[in-house]
C-alpha cells in the first residue's frame, strides 16, 4: 500500500503531485476530452437498428458475466432459462445504469455550481451531463426491446442514493461515480465483441464504452485532485462514504427479482450466487483497476477499506 499522498507545489510552477505523479492543468485535460467528444460521440436513436428484430438462442449477457454461472443452480437450468435469466440481468443492470447515471448528473451539476461558466472544464461537465442522458434514454430503450421489466433497486438504496446526491463532497462524488462507472465498463468491454450476445446489446455496450472512457479520464484527473488538495476530514469522509457506496452497490448489482421472473427460487439463488468463488472473482476482477487506483491515490485506508473488503469488491 502506497503512502498517504501529500500536496507539492512547485514554488515556480505552482504544480501538483501525488502518489501518481505530477497531476495535469485542469483546462488542458478538459480540452483535450472535449476534441474527443466532438470526434467520437453517438446518437443512440439513428446509431443503433432499434427496428431489427432480436436473434433466435443468443444471449442479453455474456453467459460467465451472468450471477448464477457456474453453481449448481446453474447446471440444473436449461439453455432457454440461461439465456432468459441473462436477458433480466441485462435488465437489471441497465436500471442500475439509469439510476446511477441520474445521480451522477446532479453530482455533476453541484461540482460546476461554483465553477467559472467559461472554463473547458464546466464545458467538459455539460458535455458528459449531455452524454448521460443519451445513455439514461439508450438503456431505456434497451430494456423495452427484451422485453422484461425495469428492476428499480430498493427503497432504502433509492433513499440512501437521495442523501448522497444533496450532501456529497466533492471527493466523494467523484469516487462514486468512478465505482459506478469502471466495473460496468470492465463487463461492457467483454461484452460488445462478444458474438454469442444480441446485436443491440453489443450496440448498446459500444457505444457506452467509447463514451464512458472519457468520463473515466475526467472523474479520475479530478478524484487526484481533490484528495490532494481537500482538507483531512474530507478525505476521510470520502473514504468512508465510498467503501459504503461499494458496500450499497455490490448488493444492488443484480436485483434478485430476476430470479422469479425466470421461475426459480429466490433465497436459493441468491444463496448460491453469495457462496460462488466465479462471481467472487468476476466482480473483484471487475473492480480491480479501480480499487488499485483508489489504493494508489490513499482513499482505500482504515474504515474505508474495510467496508470495500466487506462490499466482495476487494479481495
Known amino acids: 500500500m502506497t503512502s498517504a499522498p501529500t500536496e507539492m507545489t512547485a514554488k515556480d510552477t505552482g504544480l501538483l503531485r501525488d502518489a501518481l505523479g505530477l497531476l495535469k492543468d485542469r483546462e488542458q485535460v478538459a480540452e483535450r476530452l472535449l476534441d474527443s467528444s466532438a470526434k467520437h460521440s453517438f446518437d443512440p436513436d439513428t446509431a443503433l437498428d432499434w427496428d431489427a428484430p432480436l436473434e433466435e438462442g443468443k444471449w442479453f449477457w455474456p453467459p460467465e458475466l451472468v450471477s448464477l454461472y457456474d453453481t449448481p443452480l446453474w447446471k440444473r437450468m436449461s439453455l432457454e432459462q440461461q439465456q432468459d435469466l441473462s436477458r433480466h440481468e441485462a435488465a437489471s443492470l441497465a436500471s442500475l445504469g439509469i439510476w446511477f447515471e441520474i445521480i451522477l448528473m446532479q453530482l455533476l451539476v453541484r461540482h460546476i455550481y461554483d465553477?467559472?461558466?467559461?472554463?473547458?472544464?464546466?464545458?467538459?461537465?455539460?458535455?458528459?451531463?449531455?452524454?448521460?442522458?443519451?445513455?439514461?434514454?439508450?438503456?431505456?430503450?434497451?430494456?423495452?426491446?427484451?422485453?422484461?421489466?425495469?428492476y428499480p433497486v430498493?427503497?432504502?438504496n433509492h433513499q440512501l442514493a437521495r442523501v448522497l446526491k444533496t450532501v456529497s463532497t466533492t471527493p466523494g462524488s467523484f469516487a462514486c461515480t468512478l465505482l459506478g462507472e469502471e466495473i460496468l465498463d470492465w463487463m461492457q468491454r467483454l461484452t460488445f465483441p462478444d458474438e454469442r450476445v444480441q446485436t443491440i446489446v453489443r450496440g448498446v455496450t459500444r457505444i457506452h464504452v467509447v463514451e464512458e472512457a472519457r468520463h473515466v479520464r475526467y472523474a479520475r484527473e479530478e478524484l487526484r485532485r481533490q484528495m490532494v488538495t481537500a482538507p483531512r476530514w474530507e478525505r476521510e469522509l470520502t473514504r468512508i462514504s465510498s467503501g459504503e457506496a461499494a458496500r450499497v452497490f455490490s448488493v444492488a448489482f443484480v436485483n434478485p427479482a430476476v430470479y422469479t421472473h425466470v421461475g426459480l427460487d429466490r433465497r436459493e439463488a441468491v444463496a448460491q450466487v453469495k457462496a460462488s468463488g466465479h462471481r467472487r472473482e468476476v466482480m473483484q476482477s471487475g473492480a480491480r483497476r479501480l480499487t488499485d487506483f483508489l489504493d494508489e491515490i490513499g482513499v482505500l485506508r482504515g474504515v474505508g477499506r474495510?467496508?470495500?473488503?466487506?462490499?466482495g469488491l476487494l479481495a
Open 154 to 156: 430498493s427503497r432504502l
Open 115 to 150: 465553477k467559472p461558466v467559461t472554463s473547458a472544464h464546466v464545458r467538459y461537465a455539460l458535455t458528459e451531463i449531455a452524454d448521460e442522458c443519451r445513455h439514461s434514454k439508450m438503456f431505456a430503450r434497451m430494456i423495452q426491446k427484451g422485453g422484461s421489466p425495469a
Open 306 to 311: 474495510r467496508l470495500w473488503r466487506s462490499s
